[in-house]
């Protein structure tokens, strides 16, 4: 016997693979896009079930990760991200959303290596990075981010000193 589920509009569909990671980030992806009351539950149990079968599956991580950070879990998505990045180091997206979870969590010198980290990547947006870091320099009081715009021959972020 397949197993089936529902969708938000309570229509019936078949799960043909309902261990690969892939089509369990997939439909959870969708149930998220199509909103719905219980649409992040549904989703989230999709992304569980992804990690269950793939720990290391980048995008179920991700997506996941940016569950907890909506529902005010902010070491749930940290830990998440953070598996992420240890996964695919070379995503300067991933890099970036743990920098921003860590700024907003006062992390100031964890998100200013993660900002970092992240300049050096292909991809990666120089300015927004600067300023993002420069703001952590301000709130840790240790300095402007001339250091590092300096060192990588793009100028100041704007508003440092």
């Not at 950070?69 to 959303?97: C, H, I, K, M, W």
Request: net charge neutral; hydrophobic share 40%; glycine share 10%.
């Amino acid at each position: 016997m397949t197993p089936r589920s529902r969708n938000s509009r309570g229509t019936r569909f078949k799960l043909l693979h309902t261990g690969d990671a892939r089509l369990l980030y997939r439909r959870g992806t969708l149930t998220l896009a199509s909103g719905g009351a219980d649409a992040a539950a549904a989703a989230l149990a999709d992304f569980d079930g992804a990690l269950e079968s793939d720990p290391a599956y980048v995008p179920a991580l991700a997506a996941r990760a940016g569950l907890a950070f909506d529902r005010g879990d902010q070491e749930a998505a940290l830990s998440d991200l953070t598996r992420a990045v240890e996964a695919a180091l070379d995503d300067p997206d991933l890099l970036y959303n743990r920098g921003y979870l860590r700024q907003a969590a006062g992390r100031w010198r964890d998100a200013i290596d993660d900002y970092t980290r992240t300049l050096a990547l292909p991809g990666a947006d120089g300015a927004e990075l600067l300023q993002r870091r420069a703001e952590c320099d301000r709130a840790t009081a240790k300095g402007s981010g001339r250091d590092l715009a300096d060192a990588l021959g793009r100028g100041a972020p704007a508003g440092a000193a």
